[in-house]
């Protein structure tokens, strides 16, 4: 299996900062990422797939970048929405499909 | 606009199976290019796949659940299912389920609480 090591845990920012969100695969992936963002009691929803693509109605905000192992999700110009958990998935070789462990973005 | 949303019991015996549905609204689950499948999320835990469902009625599955996990498509119903056998309290999570697009899942519902205890 892929494993998905994303990093840091948890990062501490203000409003209006910007937030950069590690993911790394433990073998190449190509471009086949994906991120979700978590808000507390709800569904995961997708931001970006295809490691840079953002899926439909989600912010300019949010950019992702990478390929290969690599991969970054970055939040320029938090809001308060934006505060919640960040998942990585890798859709390269499966099954199974993989996640990381996520990355909480608080203030 | 598709939407999903699961059913089932909220608690489980040990050694029992879990039987939840996913009913989609909105929208029909029998397209092509799309698979249905179920995410699990342990209390204060990450995000474990289980398995997808094409619409044809093709498989797959997380070999972790060490194939206790079963899940069956019935598109004149618009819904999808999941059967997990011998629950233990390590199955004790919130259950998802999603429309997958290539291998990722752009369509999620809400989700449900299944609570494995005697």
Redesign the interface.
């Known amino acids: 299996d892929i494993v998905m090591t994303q990093s840091p845990a948890t990062l501490s920012v203000s409003p209006g900062e910007s937030a950069t969100l590690s993911c790394r695969a433990s073998q190449s992936v190509a471009n086949?990422l994906?991120w979700?963002q978590q808000r507390p009691g709800?569904?995961?929803?997708?931001l970006i797939?295809g490691a840079s693509t953002r899926?439909t109605g989600v912010p300019a905000r949010f950019s992702g970048s990478g390929s290969g192992t690599e991969f970054t999700l970055t939040i320029s110009s938090l809001q308060s929405e934006d505060f919640a958990i960040y998942?990585c998935?890798?859709?390269?070789n499966?099954?199974?499909?993989?996640?990381?462990?996520?990355t909480k973005v608080d203030i | 606009q598709l939407q999903l949303q699961e059913s089932g019991p909220g608690l489980v015996k040990p050694s029992e199976t879990l039987s939840l549905t996913c009913t989609g609204s909105g929208d029909s689950i029998n397209s092509g290019g799309y698979y249905w499948g179920w995410i699990r999320q342990s209390p204060g835990k990450g995000l474990e796949w289980i398995g997808s469902v094409y619409y044809n009625g093709r498989t797959y599955y997380n070999p972790s659940l060490n194939s206790r996990a079963t899940i069956s498509i019935d598109t004149s119903k618009n819904h999808f299912s999941l059967n997990l056998t011998s629950m233990t309290a390590a199955d004790t999570a919130m259950y998802y389920c999603a429309r997958r697009r290539w291998g990722y899942m752009d369509v999620w519902g809400k989700g449900t609480t299944v609570i494995v205890s005697s």
């Open positions: 086949l994906a979700y709800q569904a995961p929803r997708l797939y899926a998942y998935q890798q859709y390269s499966w099954p199974p499909l993989t996640f990381g462990g996520g």
